[in-house]
């Protein structure tokens, strides 16, 4: 036991995931059992919530309600894409010390891990007892340290799923499919597709990650390729491709490309992030395919928030991992009177295990997709890639079947 | 008994669904039972396949990989957007003759059953003895006859359970979301979002389907007001919607203005269909509430193929309905000895019957959705609606659950 007396706050920041409220569950009950705690405190739409004083209290939500929001997607308290400046954090600091909050819990990616790291940084300089704890939460799966990020595997098996689909659809009409999947500075989201073939001809054939350079002219030659091979191609691309640099080096999003061409001032975030949803790209890159390759039947879908918040398509792992993230910042906080970034390492093939980080090795940075997890063409993943994901997809994937049938062949037609 | 000894050939038209192998098996599995019937072959991609005389020979694929099949998306013999002019019927019937062919079963929407129409009326005429059976296959759902069609239900599950996830994740970021769903001439996959619905608040909270004529200006106003009212807005769009007609007074869709003004000419299919798939309408139906109404946050996804082909979303109302007018068709035709459409009636709440139509009754031709189902505004559907749709879904939906937790207050703040 830690002894420090107070109240618990929980947030959630940043986009929803199918699991996030797995961990906001995990923390609370498990906060709930500890005396230390006088009460625990759900910030409504993240740090927003805590500056605004806005809070419910979780210390009355029924445990029947809590299991049932659990296995809900999306945020439940609300999320926010605010990114706290110093300001902002020294805010929070100040409502939590009103307020007598000892124990900060915010589930969240990089930002919100950054966030968590300044305001702990604070409560040290001012001598105010705060246990701040970061619970990892990312579909992009980005975050340092960890080997994987809860929200990842769910949203990895939609856009595995929707492949399978996808291909089949494919094979059934033929012509050249694309969908553009989500992901800005890393490619894990849109390397799951690879998850999707069962066959050896199965799609996507081709997959474009932001870790390498994108290339019209060899991406137009890899589709011709696989299309003379099989008369029809399925393609996995990130939103977060880029085929040029600005001035100072900086990668420039094909998308951004695009909604700038088609004359619309792309939308930036309060973290400097363009924004990338909508159909532009793939519409794009369709038209390209018609135009480059002369094929008639091109199709493309962006998956868009789907695969963020689809109910329903949940893997067993990642619900139970989120769930356990959620405990052990509790464990952490409440328990041992500690602070830092929970984190998710693997042991064997496949068991997880939770250790705590500090929260600086999180804190704003992006884990990119490894070299071996890259085929040297830069349009595939490896089998490393593949064994690295197949466990976190969970139980019962929808496996598909192919006809098995002889052709009936005449003689003398 | 029908009596006639000969071949069986099983197609399947136009665009997949999750459930169109069910009435394949069905069809298959029944008609293998018959000792009039001397071999069941299925053509590859459709009528192609018939006039290539390109078929795999389904008495031989085992009963265990055909439950398989059934249970997989999209259509395994492949699948064809041909529409059979009169000498392409006439080669149809030609191969039939060839190979003894008795049975036709074509699994289809309104064009593969005029298909079906065709063939029979010339082996009518030039008095070869055929059979000949429509299998209804559309999640447009837009048969003439039937209460609803093979397909729809799933697909409707699939749209009703996205926009509970995305419903969710527009409350915990707020502002506008848009999802532009399939239905060219009709609005029934649109409508089944509004099944999305638990609380009173939840979105959908527009719904414009093709059946009333689209208006921008109404559309910014509608969002208005429930923007006041919620702090945020979901809608749900057909792509088929039209603000415009031509000089001939034919409905122009909204996606194919909006593609023409982009500079692209939009493709149009064998049946003069203009291709509406893509992002433009999604894109730029955000653009303009950003633009005209100054919300910040405005984020759109359009569903696209997904809708049709994942796997795992199916009703199981639907899968069992899906394989009972595949096994019909061939009591129909094996059995007694007739031709013409299976069809969907509803009997109480809910069962369903099945009956054999006249051909002419469904062949290309469209069911709109009825005055009843739509609201005055033109603008959501109607309870009437909601009782249609409900029994059709099956079992199992994921059902969201909210937080239930009292808010804090404070004394003097």
Redesign the interface.
């Known amino acids: 036991m830690s002894g420090l007396k107070g109240k618990v706050v929980i947030a ?1 920041g940043g ?2 995931t ?1 699991v996030i409220n797995q961990s906001l569950v995990g923390a609370v009950l498990e906060s709930r059992k500890f005396s230390e705690v006088t009460r625990v ?2 910030a409504r ?1 993240g740090v927003r919530g805590i500056v605004h ?6 210390s ?3 445990t029947h ?2 299991e ?2 659990a ?11 605010d990114k706290p400046d110093a300001e902002y954090c020294q805010n929070i600091l100040n409502v939590f010390k009103k307020h007598e909050v000892r124990y900060f819990f915010y589930i969240g990616g990089n930002d919100s891990s950054d966030t968590v790291r300044i305001v702990g940084e604070y409560a040290v300089k001012e001598g105010y007892e705060l246990r701040a704890i970061h619970i990892p939460k990312t579909v992009d799966n980005d975050l340092p340290v960890n080997d994987h990020c809860p929200g990842y595997p769910s949203a990895a098996r939609f856009v595995a ?2 492949f ?3 291909n ?2 494919n ?4 012509g050249v ?1 694309i969908a553009v999947i989500m992901g800005r500075h890393a490619g894990w989201l849109t390397a799951a597709s690879a998850l999707a073939r069962q066959h050896d001809d199965d799609g996507p054939h081709l997959i474009y990650l932001p870790e390498r350079q994108f290339s019209i002219d060899r991406y137009l030659a890899d589709i011709e390729r696989v299309y003379q091979r099989h008369g029809r191609c399925v393609i996995a691309i990130s939103e977060g491709v880029w085929a040029n640099r600005d001035g100072k080096g900086k990668e420039i999003p094909l998308a951004a490309d695009l909604m700038r061409k ?1 004359g ?1 001032q792309p ?1 930036v975030d309060a973290h400097g992030n363009v924004q990338l ?4 790209l ?2 794009e890159l ?2 390209t395919v018609q135009g480059g390759l002369g094929i ?1 039947r091109v ?8 695969q ?6 949940v893997s067993d792992v990642d619900a139970r991992e989120a769930r356990e993230v959620g405990e052990k910042a509790a464990h952490y906080a409440c328990g041992q009177g500690v602070s830092g970034s929970v984190v998710i390492k693997r042991a064997g093939d496949y068991a997880a295990r939770y250790e705590l980080a500090d929260v600086r090795q999180i804190a704003a940075q992006t884990r990119h997709m490894p070299d071996e997890f890259i085929n040297a063409e830069g349009n595939n993943v490896t089998d490393a890639f593949r064994a690295y994901l197949r466990p976190l997809l969970g139980d019962g994937m ?1 496996s ?9 062949t ?1 003689n003398g ?1």
Chains 1, 2 share one sequence.
């Open positions: 959630q986009g929803p199918v405190w759900g739409h004083q806005s809070f419910v209290d979780l009355e939500a029924t309600n809590l049932r929001v296995q809900t997607p999306s945020s439940a308290l609300g999320s926010t894409r799923g929707a399978r689909g996808a089949s659809d094979m059934a009409l033929q499919y088609a619309r939308e949803s909508g159909g532009a793939a519409d369709a038209a008639k199709r493309a879908d962006t998956f868009g928030y789907l963020r918040s689809f109910p329903g398509v929808p598909l079947e192919r006809l098995w049938a002889p052709a009936v005449f037609g």
